[in-house]
């Protein structure tokens, strides 16, 4: 394989794997940002779950403008496209995430207006949880572009089955995450509310799973003849079945462990059935895929320098400040 | 509505109201690690409560800066995917640098030094403010480097309409990067040592806190008065640069219509476009070309040696850029007077340069934007510098009336996160230094106040 191909493989998957990043990190709080008001039954237990992500929400979402920067300097094309075609779909993701950016600071001081913000924090967590789904969606399933790889349909061509179901099997997926990683950081009753919500979302994700599978199959039957997907496939059952058992059994350090390998083998499964695209087009001529939306041998090669520099450092010290913060989160102190 | 002029206007609303963030991080994250120095250093509490009062004030404006930034990541692709497509091979990887580098290690650290005082060592806790005010600059350079490649791009050649890359240190430190980021820094270091200056001598003058408040006002003074005199520096370096590698630039700055040797420096005027005339033009003459080469002989291009399609507007650039270079010799004065008091001892009894303080704190927000608009508008017609012109950098499926909506959107959530974001900051002064600095910090037992130790 030439060099410049196989750069354009190793950043196919290196996109994933950031965006697979955003999705398990970024995720616990994204889930947890809409399940709050269901799980917390009172100001303390509130305080409690705000607390538990405080810390840390803001390093989880650097995992998104990571993978946007990737995606923009490894394959600008994809970039592009995406983000103009989808205007307004990704606009609603971007106004809600600067409004759940500002919540969480704003409302542990605002006092009066804490509820404002609060409700702020919990539909700007909803919005992308569900949007990022369906943009997913629409990239795989295939949306009309021209020759000069511009998007030609609208904000209600987004809206078909196959993106709806991806919707919300990642909606529930964030959700599983949220609440895993709330049964984590709890105790008493809140922790029993946050590990049935795990449960009820393990189950969410796999019905998720099965109506994906089934619009995969009725949409791009070709994608079912490859044998990784399979796999992958089989290691999102693996995953959710050793979750649930270890819900069951109250471990919930195994049960966050295995909702994340639940996520990373969703993320690995979606690789497997698009590659070697990245926006499949209606017309499958003018697809864009890792070949024609890439960026020169050079930029790739020097952005792989970049994130094999990089990352390991920020794998390191992203571990440092979780055990920093380890442990039930509290109440004690003023703060949310 | 025209969609260049729509986007135009939605790029700078979003960066502009990002662009008062990022530098008072800079100069508050500073201030921050200097005052933990000291505590480390002496052990004494009454450093480590002031820095813990800057802290809370960090927290609010940081994430200010995240929730602002997230859109102006996603912005090229939103709203100049042609500029995406033609750039982007140079163009993104510095992004993509910035957060790897420089955006982690800021976050994750920021999320210690908010809650992390008590889990960890003091040792360790100065660490994690060094590393949020190193990655900071780090950040600040990420995105100097990718601002400067528009304004002087290197490193690359055309390649079917595209540029690619050839030399990524070229690109990357291409002939404006290094004084842009120099002259930015100090920008942000004058931002955030006014911001906590104007807050201690707020305390001053009401008379609260005045040990902690007298303690802040010195350390954050310092700064100011480095970072206003070396901005002189700065400011000039960055000039020479635009008159040698952007003349047209340098031209509409300067509302120099003809080439001349012996250019005049104007003072104040009303640049004429139309009839390419300064109207009520004060010169000094021969300042300009002094100023270029140490020399008044030395030629400077005027307008006219550029087609008009190729010009950039005058009247903008030419007052902002003035009128910020106004606003650094007053920083520079203020400087000097504060210097003398200070050396005087005779700062916390001089009530009228405290007010004076803090009734400035606003002016290097508008410096900043000032320059800002100077850099970005006399780059125009350009997108980037003689490679790309902005009309055909714009997204060509997005009509104008999504790029309308968005901005409308965008228009009201930063007026609501403006107006939430400054009234937190304001609570947050007015509670003041004396506040136990105990939120957030889990240092305290539940409901508990500041050890004795910790009053003073």
Redesign the interface.
Known sequence: METWDLLRNVWFILIGVLFAGYSILDGFDLGLGVLWPFLASNEDEKKILFRSI???W??N??W???G???????F??A???????F??A??LV??A???R??S???M????T?KKI?EAAFAVGSFLPALLFGVALGNVVAGVPLDA?????GNFFTLLRPLPLVFGLTGLAAFLLQGSAWAALKTTGELQARARRAARTMTDAVGIGCLLSFAAVWLYLPEALKRVPAWLCGALVWLSLGLLASSLNKGRDGRAFLFSSTAFLALWGTVGALHYPNFVRAADPSLSLTITNAS??A??LK??LV??LA??P??VA??IY?YR??RGKA??????Y | MNPVFLARLQFGLTAGFHFLFPPTTLGLTLVIVILESLHLKTGRDVYRNVSAFLVRIL??VF??G??????L??A????W??Y??TV??????P???????A???E??????L???RG??SRAKYWLSAFLVFFASHLSGLWIIIANSWMQTPAGFRMEAGRA???D?GRAALNPSTVIRFVHTILGGWITGSLVAAGIAAWHLVKGRAREKAGLLLKTSLAVFVVAAIFQLGSGHLHSVQVTRTQPEKMAAFEALWKTQTGAPFTIFGIPDEKAEKTRLAVRVPGLLSFLAGFDTSTRIQGLNEFPKDARPPVLLPFASYHIMILLGLVFILAAVVGAALAARKRLADARWYLKLLVFFVPLPYLANELGWISAEVGRQPWAVYRVLRTSDAV????PGG?IL??LI??TL?YAL?AA??IS?IL??VRRGLDEPA?????????G?TVPSRGGN
Do not use: C
């Open positions: 405080g810390p840390v803001d390093g979402e650097v998104l403008l990571t946007g920067g990737a995606l923009f300097a490894a600008p094309h970039y592009a496209t995406v983000f103009s075609g205007y307004l990704l606009m971007l106004f995430l600067i409004l950016a500002v969480l600071e704003f542990s001081h605002a006092g207006r913000w000069r790889m511009e998007y030609t960026s020169s050079l930029t020097v952005m970049i994130a990089g990352m450092l920020v010290f992203t400040a920093v913060f509290g109440t004690a102190g003023p703060g | 927290g609010v994430v200010m995240v929730a602002t930034g997230i859109a990541e996603f090229f692709g939103n709203n995917s042609a995406s497509r982007g091979d140079i163009f993104g990887a992004l993509a640098a910035e957060g790897i580098f955006f982690f290690l976050s994750v650290f920021l999320g210690v908010l809650f992390g889990r960890i690619v890359l050839t990524f997204s060509p499926a997005v999504n909506f968005s959107m965008f959530i996160i939430a974001g937190i609570r947050l105990t939120e957030k910090e889990g240092q305290s037992p539940p508990g």
